[in-house]
């Protein structure tokens, strides 16, 4: 079984060839890293895996009806702009709409998934304050626990750590990892390879102008030879105690 698959899936836009013939699969347990440098197509990915945008080959996610994909997948976009005036709490349960009949109120079932995910995105503070309000740490952190309520087997999302505080960013690695554990997956871009590397049990590695250029476990992606070409960087790795640590140091070009 998978809960994402794309077969020899490409995407132009505006006549520019972003990636193609890009497989890919994932499958229940998995915490999957997207990465690449700035430009290289992970926003775009995501976007056309959803079926947001037109793309090539095929995708498991975009040839469903809406309302199934919205029970297959949960999506945290990068853009942090929250329109509506919206209280905290009813923004984070506009992640059970996909749940809900036509006219139908939110059930007990609802409630307690938004309360879950206000609790773990540590939002209770911040429950009835206006969504437009927010801070950008907090307002992503508002989304993230929109999109655990929405409660799906996958969760993807779009640099969903940029912004936050160190605690803030361990907790919500911690919280997909957490998802995985519990046999969902979770699709997540990222810039910090720190992070990836000691959270993602997979990493996938885009670079501009060569796609999918690295598939499979955090040490076998991010070779040397590979920061230096993909990233142009070097970086020290070292064993620590909960996992591996990472950390760039040095731009090589
Ligand atoms: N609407 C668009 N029209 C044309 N080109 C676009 C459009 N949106 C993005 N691009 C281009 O597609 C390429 C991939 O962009 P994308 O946002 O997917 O990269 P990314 O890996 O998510 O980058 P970043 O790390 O900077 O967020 C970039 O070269 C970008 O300029």
């Known amino acids: 079984m998978s809960l994402l698959s794309l077969e020899r899936f490409g995407v132009a836009l505006r006549g520019r060839e972003i990636f193609r013939d890009v497989d890919l699969t994932i499958a229940p347990g998995e915490f999957v890293g997207l990465i690449g440098p700035n430009g290289a197509g992970k926003t775009t990915l995501m976007r056309a895996a959803l079926g947001l945008i037109a793309a090539e080959g095929r995708?498991?996610?975009?040839?469903?009806?809406?309302r199934l994909r919205?029970?297959?997948?949960?999506?945290?976009?990068?853009?942090?702009?929250?329109?509506w005036p919206v209280s905290v709490e009813t923004l984070v349960m506009l992640g059970r709409v996909p749940h809900l009949g036509a006219g139908q109120r939110a059930t007990a079932e609802d409630h307690a998934a938004t309360d879950a995910a206000i609790e773990r995105m540590g939002l209770a503070p911040l429950r009835q304050r206006a969504?437009?309000?927010?801070?950008g740490g907090e307002a992503a952190r508002a989304l993230i626990a929109r999109a655990?309520?929405?409660?799906?087997?996958?969760?993807?999302?779009?640099?969903?750590t940029a912004g936050l505080d160190p605690a803030h960013q361990i907790s919500t690695m911690e919280t997909f990892a957490a998802l995985a554990a519990?046999?969902?997956?979770?699709?997540?871009?990222?810039?910090?390879?720190?992070?990836a590397v000691r959270h993602c049990t997979r990493l996938v590695l885009l670079a501009p102008g060569g796609g999918l250029v690295a598939d499979g476990a955090?040490?076998?992606?991010?070779?040397?030879?590979?920061?230096?070409?993909?990233?142009?960087?070097?970086?020290?790795?070292?064993?620590?105690?909960?996992?591996?640590?990472?950390?760039?140091?040095?731009?090589?070009?």
């Open 59 to 66: 995708s498991s996610l975009a040839e469903m009806a809406p």
């Open 70 to 83: 919205a029970k297959a997948a949960a999506w945290m976009p990068q853009a942090r702009e929250i329109a």
């Open 131 to 135: 969504a437009t309000r927010l801070s």
């Open 148 to 160: 655990l309520a929405q409660e799906t087997p996958l969760l993807m999302a779009d640099e969903p």
């Open 182 to 195: 519990q046999g969902k997956s979770c699709l997540v871009s990222l810039h910090d390879l720190g992070l």
């Open 218 to 253: 955090p040490a076998e992606v991010l070779t040397p030879e590979r920061l230096d070409a993909v990233f142009g960087i070097e970086a020290a790795w070292r064993d620590g105690e909960g996992g591996p640590i990472f950390q760039p140091m040095r731009v090589t070009r």
